[in-house]
């Protein structure tokens, strides 16, 4: 039986596991589980109740950032971990600050948009957050196709996902076009929605953006 990753692409958690086995030329499939994530069944997978979780046989595990390090050992192919120690900060800096500084005040907006927001948003601090982890993401990329440079690594799989919710967030509250004055990211961007690994998540989220946003996706919790 092949690995089964529950959950939904929009999650920009599973979005990042999805890149992660693409680079690493391992098949998953996405599952929505039955129920929703609050299940008594989905609990004793995850008792954090919460997507995504991965199956592979008898192994489960949950935690995007385990399952992208599992995907990573289960093959050879793409280290998404680099070893030198500047590959290591090259890679792991965007990443770091993406799931930080970026996807939290991102994912902050389309929730108060949606109206699925647990705890109050204030649109201009989370807004100004968001512009701000921009601008760290901006300083910390290296040159080349990928955030670490000449190789997909760790933070190709996190820094697209959080991307699409920035350009939809920022769009819906006014907040300008996100690549200007930082080029890094704007070039990056360009070039890594045309990736093989990157190109049909981004689409697939888009895609299910879209039905968000028009009250077409009920929540899965
Ligand atoms: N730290 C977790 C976060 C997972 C997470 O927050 N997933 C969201 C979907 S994007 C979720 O399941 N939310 C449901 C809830 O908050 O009840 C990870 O990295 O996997």
Known sequence: MGLILYGRILS???????????AKG?????????????TPEFLKLNPLGLMPVLKDGRT?????????????????KN??????PKAVVQAGLPAAVTDNYVQGPAADLFRLKRGTAKNPVDPKA???ALMKG????????????????AKISVAD???P???????HTAAIFALGDIFAGRPKLAKYWKGIQKDKAVKPVVDAMNAMMADALAGRLPPLY
């Open 12 to 22: 920009p958690f599973l979005a990042r596991c999805v890149i992660a086995a693409n």
């Open 134 to 149: 921009l601008d760290v993401l901006e300083q910390t990329l290296a040159k080349g196709k990928y955030a670490g440079g």
């Open 79 to 84: 280290p998404l971990r680099p070893k030198t």
């Open 60 to 76: 489960v595990l949950y935690e995007s950032a385990a399952i992208v390090a599992y995907l990573d050992a289960k093959s050879r």
């Open 161 to 167: 996902p959080a991307l699409v919710f920035a350009t």
């Open 26 to 38: 391992v098949a998953v499939d996405v599952q929505v589980p039955k129920g929703g994530i609050k």
């Open 157 to 159: 799989c996190y820094i």
């Open 126 to 128: 989370a807004g100004a």
